[in-house]
């Protein structure tokens, strides 16, 4: 069964970067990159979410490559980079430090910026010696550190050992997603985004998930089933700005919340009222809006910029 290709027109379309390569990882796991906008311009590194893709970015992308070098890579198994055996919290580090290392100077600072299963990425890689090299700032998108499952409210039932084996049914089954029908479309914006999602942006989003691999969708959702990243959120020192989504069900605003409570250097927490968890393509600008600001703000331009 072929897989849906992204969208090809409109602000969802990914751009074409302006280059490509190959970052290898510690277990030898090969990522796909790309860089977007010129070489001397100040970095920004973008890590997807589950069953996502680098195209899960696109508006980003285009409205920061202006006058930003933006460096978005595929997670193993997502996109273009090939699957691995290895599927954890320490694959999921190793392979942004196979990133950084790849795309940056020595000790040039980046601010890093994760979305969902990307921003668990950045909760584990926090406490890496080449994670500290180059982070100057955080932004962290829709997400959490601990008992996804349990507080994902994806299911309409109470909370309970009910909901989280059903849930748990639901986020790790096998089956082919399909075709992206009117039906899939309905399914995923219920489950991922907020009532006022457009048609575009459903669509948009329904067209990266269903094109990631079954097994691959089931097993770093085994990941995320026992993820306990509450230490990485301690170790994660550098300035830190969290948004999150009033109607997301796949990580509750509670989540955001409890980051905000735990981070050493929280510098604010946005909750958009009636978005989703999809929030870089349900608010745009506004996610572009933030990584402009923490660049502005803790990133150097490098000379003759």
């Not at 507080?151 to 992206?180: K, N």
């Not at 959120?233 to 905000?260: I, Y």
């Not at 009222?273 to 660049?295: K, N, Q, W, Y």
């Amino acid at each position: 069964m072929s897989r849906p290709t992204p969208v090809a027109s409109g602000p969802y379309a990914p751009p074409t970067p302006a280059r490509e390569l190959t970052a290898v990882s510690a277990d030898g796991a090969r990522l796909h990159v790309e860089v977007h906008g010129a070489e001397n311009a100040p970095p920004v590194v973008l890590a997807h979410g589950w069953t996502c893709s680098t195209a899960f970015w696109a508006a980003q992308i285009r409205d920061l490559a202006a006058d930003h070098r933006v460096i978005a890579y595929d997670q193993r198994g997502h996109g273009r980079s090939p699957a691995s055996e290895a599927c954890g919290t320490d694959a999921l580090a190793d392979d942004l430090e196979a990133v950084l290392a790849a795309t940056l100077a020595p000790g040039e600072k980046a601010v890093l910026v994760g979305h969902s299963m990307g921003g668990m990425t950045l909760m584990a890689a926090s406490a890496r010696p080449r994670f500290r090299e180059h982070a100057a700032a955080a932004l962290l998108c829709s997400t959490g550190s601990s008992r996804l499952v349990a507080e994902s409210r994806v299911v309409p039932m109470p909370a309970g050992r009910l909901r989280t084996g059903v849930t748990r049914q639901i986020l790790g089954s096998r089956a082919p997603l399909g075709p992206v029908t009117p039906l899939a479309r309905r399914i995923l914006k219920y489950a991922t985004m907020g009532p006022g999602s457009s048609s575009g942006m459903v669509e948009a989003c329904a067209r990266i998930v269903h094109a990631c691999p079954r097994t691959v969708r089931h097993a770093w959702s085994q990941v995320l089933d026992r993820l306990d990243l509450d230490h990485g959120v301690r170790e994660l020192t550098v300035p830190t700005a969290v948004v999150a989504g009033t109607a997301d069900r796949m990580t509750p605003v509670t989540h955001a919340r409890a980051l905000v409570a735990s981070l050493p250097n929280c510098v604010g927490l946005t909750e958009l009222t009636g978005l989703g968890h999809m929030t870089p393509v349900e608010a745009p600008e506004l996610i572009t809006s933030r990584i402009r600001e923490l660049v502005s703000t803790h990133v150097q331009m490098k000379e003759g910029a």
